[in-house]
């Protein structure tokens, strides 16, 4: 059984800077693409940015140059660092990471997701 624990989500004012982790844990036998993907209120959801096991890293236009997407593969973490955040970055951030577990094949798992609010 494996879980992925989102953190660092909350309210910020246009301009400013959060941090984004997931983490995750159980019986992991190997990780491979993890990602970032969003939903604000009335919209589908999209992707944010990915980082392979090799630290390729591939972002939404949207994003570029604002965020940065990195991991530690030691400790089974990604980490989104949002800079110069606005308003249309609201929404509810979900991580989700492709592992395989001890008694599984490949599988896309899911965090909780986590509130961003950027105020105007």
């Known amino acids: 059984q494996v879980q992925l624990v989102e953190s660092g989500g909350g309210l910020v004012q246009a301009g400013g800077s959060q941090r984004l982790s997931c983490a995750a844990s159980g019986t992991i036998f190997s990780i491979n693409t993890m990602g970032w993907y969003r939903q604000a209120p009335g919209k589908q959801r999209e992707l944010v940015a990915t980082i392979t096991t090799g630290g390729t890293t591939n972002y939404a236009d949207s994003v570029k140059g604002r965020f940065t997407i990195s991991r530690d593969n030691v400790k089974n973490t990604m980490f989104l660092q949002m800079n110069s955040l606005k308003p249309e970055d609201t929404a509810v951030y979900y991580c989700?990471?492709?592992?395989?577990?001890?008694?599984?094949?490949?599988?896309?798992?899911w965090g909780q997701g986590t509130q961003v609010t950027v105020s105007s």
């Open positions: 989700n990471v492709r592992m395989r577990t001890y008694n599984t094949g490949w599988n896309d798992y």
